[in-house]
């Protein structure tokens, strides 16, 4: 079975530091990734995805991620944490074995210090 | 592009009473759309996928007559929760896959309404 765990509940960086969020996947077969963010009250917005191309995949607004397969991970990073990056990311597999539906981390929220 | 409109945002109904939620694709075409449930703090749960033309596919322990889905044409599906009760109180969320570039076996990305903040009183 295909699964995601996140690691971290909660992080919290100040504004212009490094954003590091931790994603390690299980999957029996080359996985697809994604990281999606969502903002209070609203619905989900695609990062980026891995699918088996770079390794080092680059999203939107400055995110990107790294599949490791010897470590079995995707971890989100950003050079530089803007205020408007508050909010819950999360870190999701697509399960081959159940027509692609997407298997969903718990979740990290992300908190900006001014 | 690949946006997905869900509608209402807010809905504020007394207990019995049924609701109905949209989800539209705008600029494509979905084959396969989902639905998904949200517990404050919590991650998304799926409900059921829902298919163009077909029943839907219901997760285990989802009530299939108290969440009645209907996806009649490639840019729309519904989802109705008949009889509705103050547990049934939560974010509900669709998505859709554009069926251009992939349909139900397909790993293309969904893209995600805004969701539904449904509230029984």
């Known amino acids: 079975a295909q699964s995601v765990t996140q690691l971290d509940s909660h992080v919290s960086v100040s504004e212009g530091t490094p954003v590091l969020l931790r994603c390690n996947y299980s999957?029996?077969?080359?996985?697809?990734l994604f990281w999606y963010v969502q903002h209070p009250n609203k619905g989900l917005q695609l990062l980026l995805k891995?699918?088996?191309?770079?390794?080092l995949v680059k999203g939107i607004n400055g995110f990107e991620a790294e599949f490791k397969k010897s470590e079995t991970s995707f971890h989100l990073t950003k050079p530089s944490a803007h205020m408007s990056d508050a909010a819950e990311y999360f870190c999701v597999v697509s399960d081959q074995n159940s027509s692609y539906k997407l298997i969903f981390g718990s979740g990290t929220r992300l908190l900006v210090r001014p | 592009g690949a946006v997905v409109s869900q509608h209402p945002s807010w809905v504020i109904c007394k207990s019995g009473t049924s609701v109905k939620i949209e989800c539209r694709s705008l600029d494509f075409q979905a084959t396969t759309m989902f639905w998904y449930r949200q517990f404050p703090k919590q991650s998304l749960m799926l409900m059921a996928t829902s298919n163009e033309g077909s029943k839907a596919t219901y997760e285990q322990g989802v009530e299939k007559d108290k969440f009645l889905i209907n996806h009649a044409s490639l840019t729309l599906s519904t989802l109705t929760v008949t009889s509705a009760h103050p547990e049934d109180s939560s974010f509900y969320i669709c998505?859709?896959?554009?069926?251009?570039?992939?349909?139900?076996?397909?790993?293309?990305?969904?893209?995600f309404g805004d969701g539904t903040r449904l509230s029984i009183l």
């Open positions: 998505s859709a896959r554009d069926r251009g570039t992939g349909g139900l076996g397909s790993n293309q990305p969904q893209h």
């Open positions: 891995y699918t088996s191309a770079a390794t």
């Open positions: 999957s029996s077969y080359s996985p697809s």
